[in-house]
């Protein structure tokens, strides 16, 4: 079976190359500009536009710190979080400014402006992440600014910008620690006339794992469009990802962290991966002031985590149930938790730029019709520890679907100062049933969320900006309606959210610095296991803080660079799940980032160091370690990595990396069920080739 379905990958892969190819190259290839949803924008000014904190992983440190996965680059952004679980980021944990970030909930991420999660009203969970390998960039938006999108927005907004077609060919390959390798393609092409491009991106990795985890993941992307008239140009991208990775959301006990690290405490459990997405740019150049952008998407993913039934735990490990004549009538030994997602959409702004009472104005206008569709079902197993079917016990479909309507204008006040309001209105409604009784219910919500934000150019090396929004989340439909129907009265994330902050550049210094203030009327937060989740209404909680990122040219080549968080209060405010004054789970008080680099010639190297304070993993604020791991204050730790990327020419390109660098031992999650490691120290060496 296994090589059936590696046959059926290649024979995909080949008549995708296929594709792609079928008309002539030209080196006229890069000329058409793909149309695509921008958080931030690519322009000069696109920064000093937004009333609100920004950043951009730019191509070149992609390419210089090779980071195994998205939520790994996301590192260096300051006020994100990371949480690591099996490694390599494929079940991305990421969080922002105090906000916990099991399953990235509690921020918008997106692919190109289309949503990655799987369900944005019905499960707003990543069980997925696009790989960092076919990324041109990653923009990270906070504050007023991200009204624009949504829902979801309170943490904030990532968008990773995917690679456009370059004419050739380019073969990559890297191999490293734990029997990790990895093969990538990237091939584009043009029309003779110019005006049409297209490509592939693909790539296939596999390896042991950092804790005896394997995985074997294929990606492939196919993206191309056309220039249609001289004002229009159309775009379209298709993803297949497949993914197994033998990972769980059982940890390590107490003892087992200390005696044994690397083991895999459920060597039976697996979370399998399967989705494929296709969306459709529209760019339309209505006049020299006016400019329509649409977008249509459709993303299809399957979601299949198979788990052993825990017979007990205890400090020196977890016994599972024997799949034997043992189990009682009620009791079986493995258990598929499967979902099938559903979702799509279509989103169109457009922007117009105006005078009126002589102020300059530019005004983004906006609605999106978006559905989510999920098949959630139970299937469990007497006889098989390696089971991919058995008796269905439980059947959950769930519906969704939201209108949202958006509008802000940027008031140009003066050639140094803008000010610019905004309102979003979210309508959505949630359906579920349970398929084996047939009971089910529904519920029905409308937001009016709004905001405002200013820019200040004080003095050509200093910007003044400041916003106030309207934070909201809503309640996931499986926890806002119970399996038989009842609505639960679960409400939304509702917060008040300010920021100030400067930002500039000096001479040889660039620096911004935010101040943050999250006022939660409700925060929901997961007060038990992950995989019986029950979100519970925290009621109020505060988070604010202060954020700053600087860089600095020292010349002769060499550059050093840094950011921080401090998040002075991440709190309960009420005795609603936490007593007050108890810190927030996964809510560190300062995580930083510092850089050492070296660029001269086609020689890039860099020394990096990662530093977290200590967390607690529960609203009790636990401080010693439980037998099984899963509570106890998690202890600060320190990182480096060391990289290295040298272009000989401009065909080939080397480059190596190593993480964890003095091989430290840490604690990086006691989240869903026990003790997760941080990844070990892992040596990558690489080369690409274009043709």
Known sequence: MKKQTQHLRLKQLALAVHAIFAFNLSAQANEVSLPRIDVIGSDEQAWAKLPGAVAVIEKAALELKQPLSTQDALKAVPGVVIREEEGYGFIPNIGMRGLNPNRSQKLLVLEDGVPVAPGLFLANESYYSPRIERMESIEVLKGAAGLRYGPTTIGGVINYKTKDPQEGVKLTAKTGSHGYGLLGLDAGGGSESGDTIAGISAITSRGDGFRHNGFDMTDVVLKGGRQINENQ???????????????SYVGLRKNEYRNDPDKNPAPNDYFITDRQSFDINHEWDISSAVKLNTLLYWTQLSRDFWRRDIQSKNANGTTFRSCDSSLTASQYCMTGRNRDFEMMGMDTRMFITYNSFGLKNEAEIGVRLHSDHLSNQTVRSKTDPNARTGTLTGNVTEKAEGLALYAQNRFELSPQVAVTPGLRVENYQQKLKNELNGLGGSTSNAEIIPGIGATWQLVPQAQLFAGVFKGFSPAMTATAISSDGVDQQLDAERSSNYEIGV????????YEATAFHMDFANQIINQSLS??????????TLNQGLEFALAYELGSGWKIDGNGTYVATAEFKNNALGPTGN????????????????????LKLNLAAYYLTSQYA???????????????????????NVNAYYALDKHLSLFASVKNLTDKKYIASRNPDGIFPGAERNVEVGASYKF
């Not at 140009?233 to 990972?247: C, E, G, I, R």
């Not at 529960?618 to 480096?640: C, M, Q, S, V």
Request: aromatic share 12%; glycine share 10%.
């Open 531 to 540: 995989g019986a989740v029950d979100m519970a209404n925290a009621g109020k």
């Open 618 to 640: 529960d609203a009790a604020n636990t401080e010693l370690e439980t037998d099984d791991g899963t509570k106890g204050k998690i202890p600060a730790y320190a990182t480096f």
């Open 233 to 247: 140009w159309l775009s379209a991208k298709f993803t297949y990802y497949d993914n197994a990775v033998n990972t």
């Open 503 to 510: 930002r500039g550049i000096l001479q040889k210094l660039t």
């Open 583 to 602: 810190r927030l789970p996964y809510a560190p008080k300062f995580t930083g980032n510092a850089n050492l680099s070296y660029n001269v010639g086609g």
